[in-house]
């Protein structure tokens, strides 16, 4: 199932506008299911890797806000990976430091439907839904020559809409590159 999600990653990438240039590249190591609105059902880690694109003269009126694609892919055959896209926004807190905060959709490979006979039951995260809202949030600095460091959170769940909700959190490390 991996090389699904890969070839959806360079799907979404390959189908960009044109005139959306690519702004930073990021990657990194997340730790899968944890963090205080998880369950901690599934384990282990995700590998991370995020597009942001300048941000489009129209979404000005938003704060001018990122446009960005990311897979995670996790480690562990069980537990759920998640394409991701959405919008932005980064505020400099000093010439290094840096926090932003992101809003956007999922689609991912886990459960959806929960049923009391499944023999994962305690390994497995129910979410619902097949297409989450995710939110997120990153503080970082910034290393010098394009590169940065950052930690970040982000939590993808239904809110509710459909009738399993346990929702994923992962926490990570990333490095960034900003052309």
């Not at 070839?7 to 590249?25: H, K, L, M, N, Y």
């Not at 990194?28 to 300048?54: M, W, Y």
């Not at 010439?95 to 886990?110: E, K, M, R, S, W």
């Not at 910034?142 to 239904?158: D, K, P, Q």
Request: hydrophobic share 45%.
């Amino acid at each position: 199932m991996r090389p699904a999600w890969i070839a959806a990653a360079f799907f979404v990438a390959a189908t960009a506008p044109a005139a959306a240039q690519i702004d930073e590249v990021r990657v990194g190591l997340l730790i899968h299911d944890t963090g205080p609105f998880s369950t901690g059902k599934e384990d282990g880690v995700d590998f991370n890797g995020e597009v942001i694109f300048n941000s489009p003269s129209g979404l000005s009126w938003l704060g001018a806000p990122r446009p960005f694609v990311g897979l995670a892919i996790a480690a562990n055959d069980d537990a759920t990976s998640q394409l991701y896209g959405g919008l932005g926004w980064r505020l400099r807190l000093s010439p290094q430091v840096f926090a932003g905060a992101g809003v956007g959709l999922v689609i991912h490979d886990g459960e959806t439907d929960f049923d009391p006979a499944d023999p994962f039951l305690p390994d497995t995260a129910y979410l619902g839904c097949r297409v989450l809202g995710r939110l997120s949030g990153e503080v970082g600095y910034r290393l010098g020559g394009g590169l940065s460091a950052s930690v970040e959170f982000a939590h993808a769940s239904n809110a509710g809409i459909c009738d399993e909700n346990e929702g994923i959190d992962t926490v990570g490390f990333r490095l960034g590159y900003k052309f």
